[in-house]
Structures are given as structure tokens and as C-alpha cells.
């Protein structure tokens, strides 16, 4: 067999190696750093890429010698990592589990492998098949890893035995660190770990493409792109208090919770939280509901989840309640006792130029930024040589063209191939390259219609090149050309829309305390300029009329598994379970919230209130407008304005409706009202009760956060009183 050509001889004779004696723990120190260093690039991922060394090679391999892409036919896997070992000395198993953990779209945002076959289901402890059984090929997201590879993008090193070569980095166009984390196939090397949650791809590179344009860009505004991590299996994120604290320096945590639904009597999960295996979720369910003496609520935990034809699985996991028993309260209580709510802790470390570092957000979208330039630039160097290379071989033929006849002569004087270049370089001028390039020409090229097409050709040759030299030479053009590549990028990636909810509101904290521990009745309820009460109806009919009016805010009927939300002048808002306002007759003082909540001034009032349905809390459909007496007309979610029922302390507590930006600014007018009602509703605004009116559509105006102070309608000055009226 003959012996495989070698890209570079580095064999030595290892006869002439010198062995010392030493003693073993006078060694030990200097080859334990050895072995880490190796150790650490091995597991840790390259900024750059996001690889580590066998993904990167599985998927160069894939590319160069499987010659496999996107829209090939699959090819065997056992075949796929019998090549890489070409590249990775590391046996055919670590191999095929890297390629099989690629595929898995449950683990990563982007998929890089695409294969046919069992590659696991999703979120259970079952292995894939035997790399024999199973069939690769490439993604999409893959092609743009490897794209301008032959354009020589990035450095090509000899690969372990020298006999061929590899690339130290992937010219990636996807901040893929970042998009795909390292969850998926968590990483510990010596001393060091990574954990970097997945984030969606369209939103980190439309925050590079801003970063790129405005490096000053503060973090703030980054995190006003990118709204968080973005998992793979969606699930709401929680305790994200510290979401700039990760961003900023590297590390922290959120929490991640299940989606699930309650229908009748039973809690339908259809989301699990990311890195969770459904049958350890259902065996620990099981196990907490029967050591903390709950069976009798609970008939069944069943197990329903629908595999589909493209290796993909619709999670459903049915908790059967009893008639008796709150599915809620159940639910809670699964929250707190089971990985339905887990602590995700985040490391954001990667290698940087060797060494390991934390990154933050901004420190990772620069070294992406640096590196989409370095690839950039030298892809376009790699052109624009090329393109000038072809331009000259075009002016000679050109020139040929030119003198054709005398040209044809000498060739047919010359001896051969090599003595005719030498002839027509040496009488016409033609450069080596030229003479090379016309005498391996057909003679057809020589007609009207050739000549036309290689004019064309040079005046095509020519743009291209005064494009590519100010692209490269100019640092603003080269600028413009990154966030051009950028957009580029995201329109190939195509509409990749968040999965995972940002929940900054609800506590992390969960409490097993819902509404079904409370005696349904119905009561009614008065709120008051400074508090709350609620009576029975024949209480509040027997002494209505002995009341000031002037002081009541608003009286309507209500259960007490209610809640109800009170909106104060200043901007504040409030909220109770009505079961837990205090019950008493109209003719008494109603409990006044000023000694309650700290943020309630004595200076402030209660302006609105209105009651909601505490068990369809998450799917209010409400709208706060409101008007300040500054002119200031604003419309947010009344949901924005909620604090969790769960959470300790809301009982003391306010959270903003309107910001109320201006000083010595109010709110004078607020409603609350179904969305579809407020997008029909219009305001009449006017200074002093007179003048002309200003009218206010609703619907035009922009939604706002809690905090927002709403948009200017009009200016009103001190001293002028503004009305207002719904048309």
C-alpha cells in the first residue's frame, strides 16, 4: 500500500533523543499545565465559531471530503466518522455523538447536522441509534458556517499526522456561540465549565449590525434588542432582575418554568423546561405527590406525547385532578417541588485568543464583530487578486484580438507550446501569463461576437475591482459593506421568531396559595379616594344613602376570588384579592391603603378601580388610557401594571401605570377597557372647558411599557385646566 503523501515532513530521528532521569512530582507541576491547556481547548468553544475542535472538524469534513451539503442524499454516519478521524484521533464514538448532539433541535436554536434516522427524542433519557443505522448530511445554517472556505478565509493547519489540512476556525456568518450556547453538550475542561443558553440568531445579529454601526452603543440598548436567552423548547423565563448583570459581566442566573395549561380538572404541560428528560420530569411528579400526602387530589399523571414523522415529538404530559381539588394549587405546588421550575445558572466563557474569559454581551458581538471583518477582508482580498488576475489575462486578449493575424503566424513559425508563449511574449509584449493563457485559447474566441463578450467582461472585471479596492481601503465603505453582510445574513437565516417569554414580573418565589382556599362569595365592593371595602348587597342597599358619594371612587359586585386593580393620580396602581379586603359596612372608614403602601403618598388618591377575574389573570385583555393635566395621553396592557399574586409583599407594594415624566404633572383622566374597545376609542381634549379641541385616536397611539409617560397630545400650561371627554 503505498504510504500517503505528507503536507509537511516533520519526522525526526527520534534516535538522537537525549532521556533524563527525574523524579516524578519535580515534573509533574509543568505536564498537569500541559495536559489543561490541551484539556481546555478541546472543551471549551472558540469565540470565534462557537465550536469546539470535533464539531468543527465533523462539519469540515462533511463539506470537503464527504462532499455533502443541504440538499445532498444523507450519507451513512459511521461513514462520516470514519473521515473525521482523518482529522480527530479521538475514537469514532466521541465523533458520531457530536454529529448525532448537532441535529438535535431540541438542544440548539440552529441545528448544523441534519440526519435520517433516530437521533433521540427529545427530553427523554433514550440514546440514538448506532451510527451504522442512521444518515447524515448538512443544514442550511451549516453552509453559511462554511461559506468562502476555499477563499481562503481563515488559517488551514496541518491536520495530526500531516497529511492533510484543516481550519483553526470556522469563517462563520452566525454568531453561533451565542445562538446555540453550549447547554446542549455542556462543556467542563480542568478547573472550568461553560453554560451559555441558547439566543435567537436574527435578534443577536441585528444587535451586532447596530454595534457595528455604533460602537459606543450602551449595554442598556443591546438588551433592548436582545430581550434575553431564547430556548429551544420555549418555557417562560423568570427572576431575569439580573438579566443585566449576566450581560455585563459573563455570569448569573434566571429561572426557566414549564408552559402549561389547566382545562376542567386537568393541568395539560406542553412545555418542559430546556435540559430536562420528560420521564425523570414524570418519576419526580410522581414521587412528590405521594410524599407529601397529596394523592387525593391527583388520578393520574399520563404521558401523551405525539412523535412525529420528521423525528420531532408534540410534549403533552396530563395531570388528572380530582373534583374536589384546585388544579392550580397543584400546579403551583409541581413548580416548586420538581424541575417544572428550575435555576439555570449561566457561565458565559469561551476561548479568546487562546484563553479562557467571560464574556459579556457587548465583549462577544466586538469579537464576532472583529472576526466577521477579519474573514471579510480576506475574502475580499482573495477577489479582488483573483479579479485582477483575470482582468490581465482579458487585456491580452484583448491585445491579441488586436494583432490576430501576426500573432497566429508566429505561433504556427514556433516549435511547440512552451517556444510559441516564449515567441509572442518576446515580439508583442505579452507578459508570461498572457503569452500562457493565448496560445491554450480556442481560435473561435477570436470572432466578433467573443470580442464583444470579453469587452464586457473587462468592464465588469474593472467595477468590480474599483468596488472591492474602496471596500477595503476606505474604513467607513468597509463599514457600510459589514452591516450590509449582516442584513444579508439575516434575511438567508429567514423568519426565525422567539420562542421563550420573558417574564420580568412574576416572582420566582412560588407560593402555594391560590384562590380555591377561599370561601366564594359575592360581596360588593367600594373603593374610596383613600381605600377599599366590601359589605354584602343588603348591607351596602341598607346604607347607601346615609353615604357622602362625593368620596366613593366606584361600587360594583364582585366575588371574592376577584381581584380588582386601583389606578391612583400619581400614576400608581394597586391590587387586592377581594377576599382579603376587610369586611365591614359602607357607614364605616374603609381600610386605608396610605398606611399600606409606603408609595401611596398622603398627597395621592385613588382615581379608578377595576375588578378582574383572578383565574384568567394571565389572559387579561385590558387596556389602561390614561390623560395627565400636562397633556400626556397614554395606552399600556393592564397586565404591564400587575405585580404577581404570588409574590411576597405585594400587599405593600405599587407598580406604575403611567411614569409621568413631567414635573408636577397628574393623571386627571383613566379607563380601563378591552383592547378592542380602546382601538375604537377617541378623546375630545380641551384647555379651560373652551377653544379648540384636540381629538386623540387611541389606536394611534404607541402601547407603552408601566413606566412610559404616554405621548404629548397638547401643550397646556400652568394654570390651565384641561378637559377631557370620550367621544
Not at 442524499?73 to 479521538?90: D, F, N, Q, S
Not at 455542556?186 to 441585528?206: M, Q, R, Y
Request: overall charge neutral; glycine content about 4%.
Amino acid at each position: 500500500m503505498a504510504r500517503r503523501k505528507k503536507v509537511e515532513d516533520t519526522v525526526k530521528d527520534y534516535s538522537l533523543e537525549e532521556y533524563k532521569h527525574e523524579i516524578a512530582s519535580d515534573n509533574i507541576n509543568d505536564n498537569m499545565l500541559i495536559y489543561s491547556g490541551a484539556a481546555i481547548m478541546r472543551m471549551i468553544p472558540d469565540a470565534r465559531d462557537g465550536l469546539i475542535p470535533v464539531q468543527r472538524r465533523v462539519l469540515h469534513t462533511m463539506k470537503k471530503d464527504a462532499k455533502l451539503t443541504d440538499s445532498s442524499k444523507h450519507m451513512k454516519v459511521a461513514k462520516v466518522a470514519g473521515l473525521v478521524l482523518g482529522y480527530h484521533p479521538h475514537g469514532d464514538q466521541s465523533v458520531s455523538d457530536a454529529l448525532m448532539r448537532m441535529s438535535q433541535e431540541w438542544n440548539y436554536c440552529l441545528p448544523l447536522t441534519d440526519v435520517a434516522g433516530n437521533k433521540g427524542t427529545a427530553l427523554t433519557s433514550s440514546n440514538w441509534a448506532a451510527s451504522r443505522y442512521v444518515e447524515c448530511r448538512l443544514t442550511p445554517y451549516s453552509e453559511l458556517m462554511l461559506k468562502n472556505m476555499n477563499k481562503n478565509a481563515v488559517d488551514m493547519v496541518p491536520n495530526y499526522d500531516n497529511t492533510a489540512m484543516e481550519p483553526t476556525v470556522l469563517p462563520t456568518e452566525i454568531p453561533l456561540l451565542f445562538t446555540n450556547g453550549t447547554s446542549g453538550n455542556s462543556k467542563i475542561a480542568v478547573g472550568f465549565s461553560t453554560d451559555i443558553p441558547p439566543h435567537n440568531p436574527i435578534e443577536l445579529l441585528t444587535a451586532a449590525e447596530e454595534q457595528n454601526r455604533k460602537p459606543n452603543i450602551t449595554l442598556e440598548k443591546l438588551l433592548e434588542i436582545v430581550k434575553g436567552p431564547d430556548l429551544p423548547t420555549g418555557n417562560t423565563l423568570l427572576g431575569l432582575e439580573e438579566l443585566e448583570k449576566i450581560y455585563s459581566k459573563g455570569y448569573g442566573k434566571f429561572v426557566i418554568r414549564a408552559q402549561a395549561t389547566i382545562e376542567d380538572k386537568d393541568i395539560i404541560i406542553d412545555e418542559i423546561p430546556y435540559g430536562t428528560m420528560r420521564k425523570p420530569l414524570i418519576d419526580a411528579m410522581i414521587k412528590a405527590i405521594s410524599s407529601n400526602n397529596i394523592e387525593t387530589q391527583v388520578k393520574s399523571i399520563e404521558d401523551e406525547t405525539i412523535g412525529n414523522d420528521d423525528g420531532t415529538e408534540n410534549t403533552r404530559i396530563v395531570v388528572s385532578c380530582e373534583k374536589n381539588s384546585d388544579p392550580d394549587n397543584i400546579l403551583k405546588f409541581l413548580y416548586k417541588k420538581t424541575d417544572l421550575q428550575k435555576n439555570y445558572n449561566c457561565r458565559m466563557l469561551a476561548i479568546v485568543d487562546g484563553k479562557p474569559q467571560f464574556l459579556s454581551l457587548k465583549d462577544y458581538l466586538e469579537i464576532f464583530l472583529d472576526f466577521r471583518r477579519e474573514t471579510t477582508r480576506r475574502v475580499y482580498n482573495f477577489d479582488l487578486q483573483k479579479n485582477k488576475d483575470r482582468l490581465h489575462i482579458v487585456d491580452g486578449f484583448l491585445k491579441m484580438i488586436d494583432i490576430a493575424e501576426d500573432v497566429i503566424k508566429t505561433i504556427k513559425e514556433s516549435n511547440g507550446k512552451q517556444d510559441s508563449a516564449a515567441q509572442i511574449s518576446k515580439l508583442y509584449g505579452f507578459t508570461s501569463v498572457q503569452a500562457e493563457a493565448i496560445v491554450s485559447m480556442q481560435l473561435y474566441r477570436i470572432s466578433n461576437q467573443d470580442l464583444q463578450a470579453l469587452q464586457k467582461e473587462k468592464t465588469q472585471l474593472e467595477k468590480e475591482i474599483e468596488r472591492l479596492d474602496k471596500i477595503l481601503n476606505d474604513d467607513k465603505a468597509f463599514k457600510r459593506e459589514i452591516s450590509k453582510l449582516l442584513k444579508k445574513t439575516i434575511k438567508d437565516l429567514g423568519d426565525i421568531p422567539r420562542k421563550s417569554k420573558i417574564d420580568k414580573e412574576t416572582d420566582t418565589d412560588v407560593e402555594v396559595k391560590t384562590t380555591n382556599l377561599i370561601n366564594e362569595q359575592d360581596v360588593m365592593v367600594v373603593v374610596t379616594h383613600n381605600g377599599i371595602q366590601r359589605m354584602t348587597q343588603q348591607v351596602y342597599d341598607n346604607n347607601k344613602d346615609k353615604v357622602d358619594s362625593s368620596t366613593i371612587v366606584s361600587v360594583f359586585d364582585a366575588k371574592t376570588t376577584d381581584g380588582v386593580m386601583m389606578l391612583t393620580k400619581n400614576g400608581l396602581a394597586m391590587q387586592r384579592i377581594i377576599h382579603e379586603v376587610e369586611n365591614q359596612s359602607i357607614r364605616n372608614d374603609p381600610e386605608d391603603l396610605h398606611r399600606q403602601a409606603a408609595t401611596f403618598k398622603a398627597d395621592d388618591e385613588i382615581i379608578y378601580s377595576v375588578p378582574f377575574n383572578m383565574n384568567n389573570i394571565k389572559d387579561l385583555d385590558l387596556t389602561i388610557v390614561s390623560v395627565t393635566a400636562k397633556g400626556q395621553v397614554k395606552r399600556s396592557p393592564l397586565n404591564a401594571s400587575l405585580l404577581a399574586f404570588t409574590q411576597k409583599g405585594y400587599l405593600t407594594r405599587t407598580k406604575p401605570y403611567n411614569g409621568l415624566k413631567v414635573k408636577g404633572d397628574e393623571v386627571i383622566w383613566v379607563k380601563v377597557v378591552p383592547e378592542e374597545e380602546a382601538n375604537n376609542m377617541k378623546l375630545r381634549l380641551t384647555r379651560n372647558g373652551k377653544g379648540r379641541a384636540t381629538i386623540v385616536d387611541v389606536k394611534e397611539l404607541s402601547t407603552q411599557g408601566a413606566s412610559g409617560s404616554g405621548t404629548r397630545a397638547l401643550t397646556v400650561k400652568d394654570g390651565v385646566q384641561l378637559q377631557v371627554e370620550e367621544k
